[in-house]
């Protein structure tokens, strides 16, 4: 997994490209994320009884997983990470360029 829930990102391709934040959600099968405040839409509702009005909500759809990279705390972007295995058996991402660790372990 390059990318976590939790985890800062920066968006590098499309309309948001440049805006870093932080994962909402995770969807492996799909190889998709959400990204809070990226990629908004709006979701029209229908009206009925709970809804009379009817309206819309504005939602974050997800991106595919390969929109982001990991922001690298030392760097303040996103990178490319590598993997480092820890003493206790966690693993850890590193930046590839300044080695410092990115992200929680997992
Ligand atoms: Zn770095």
Redesign the pocket.
């Known amino acids: 997994m390059r990318v976590l829930k939790g985890d800062l990102v920066e968006v590098i391709t499309g309309e948001d490209r440049g805006k870093k934040a932080s994962v909402l959600r995770i969807l492996p099968r799909k190889d998709k994320i959400v990204v809070e405040g990226i990629n908004q839409v709006y979701k029209h509702l229908r009206r009925d009884r709970k809804n009379p009005q009817g309206g819309r909500l504005q939602k974050e759809a997800a991106i595919p997983m390969s929109n982001v990279l990991p922001v690298?705390p030392?760097?303040d972007h996103g990178?490319r990470v590598g993997y480092l295995a820890k003493e206790d058996g966690k693993k850890v991402r590193v930046?590839r360029?300044?080695k410092?660790e990115v992200g929680k372990p997992f």
């Open positions: 690298c030392k760097c990178v930046c360029t300044c410092t």
